[in-house]
């Protein structure tokens, strides 16, 4: 075949195939920027957001969040940039509304795996409660209590932060909860439970709760904090020897809060003992 006959058919050809082949490079293309993570289109390009948190600051990092939250190619890449977005806004850059707001969105459309909405709600929680909306907070502890293995410390936060809100009837029955089963919780819980109570003016309740915290083998510091709530209870019950006597057994001397408890004690004893 001779020569033009044959560039004549490489050209046919050509124009048949050509745009397939342009096709297919630039497909080829993007694929390769895709995965080595030139665009804001894949988890690596949270990890950039990452060096540039150590790099440049939390204000850069959070511009590569916010772009992947953007434009992710999937729902998780999404979910994952908008939770790490909140964590800066949270605990970078001071702005808990801020957080709290990307934080609803995430959650609200349900494209986090179980794991990160569950932090998600943690850190929902705890910028809720820097906002002073300490009720908002509870129900989000609660919340994450009905998605994790161990409840006890979301319990354990919720019956605070209803402790906070004024709650007290709430507070009570969470750390009531954490008694069940015996653990270094249930005995703070114990201890919670009776200072609510004397708060309360339910003096026997009080004393019981600090008595059954002692009781649930607690540490030396839990220990002593259980006898002086027992022996504050025991104060205002007008059993002041028993009172002393907590106390001498609480420690032998050198804490502030159970010298001044000891000194006020031994003064309503002694005008006790002299009114006829």
């Not at 990452?50 to 890449?77: K, N």
């Not at 909405?117 to 910028?127: K, M, T």
């Not at 809100?165 to 919780?185: F, I």
């Not at 502030?256 to 006829?276: F, H, K, W, Y």
Request: aromatic fraction near 6%.
């Amino acid at each position: 075949m001779p020569a033009r006959s044959r560039l004549r058919t490489y050209v046919v050809r050509f124009s048949h195939q050509g745009p397939r082949a342009v096709i297919a490079a630039g497909a080829l293309g993007v694929c390769l920027l895709l995965g080595l993570g030139l665009g804001p289109f894949t988890p690596l390009a949270l990890d950039r957001a990452e060096r540039a948190l150590l790099e440049d600051g939390p204000v850069s990092a959070l511009e590569g969040c916010e772009q992947v939250g953007r434009w992710g190619l999937l729902g998780s890449w999404r979910a994952r940039a908008d939770y790490r977005a909140a964590t800066l806004y949270a605990r970078q850059l001071d702005q808990p509304s801020q957080a709290v707001s990307r934080l609803r969105t995430l959650l609200q459309q349900g494209e986090a795996d179980p794991a990160l909405e569950a932090l998600a709600l943690q850190l929902l929680a705890e910028s809720l409660e820097a906002r002073s909306k300490h009720r908002l907070a509870a129900e989000r502890y609660e919340q994450l209590t009905r998605q994790v293995e161990d409840p006890s410390p979301w319990l354990q936060a919720a019956a605070r932060a209803w402790e906070r809100a004024g709650r007290l009837d709430r507070a009570l029955l969470r750390h009531a909860a954490l008694t069940v089963h015996p653990s270094p919780r249930s005995t703070q819980a114990y201890l919670a439970m009776g200072r609510i109570s004397l708060g309360q003016g339910r003096t026997d309740k009080g004393y019981d709760y600090y008595a059954a915290a002692l009781e649930a083998q607690p540490n030396l510091e839990q220990a002593r904090l259980a006898r002086l709530g027992m022996a504050l209870a025991l104060d205002d019950m007008g059993q002041f020897e028993q009172a002393l006597a907590e106390l001498d057994e609480a420690s032998a001397g050198g804490d502030v809060a159970i010298d001044i408890t000891r000194d006020r004690l031994q003064r309503r004893a002694a005008e006790g003992q002299s009114t006829p």
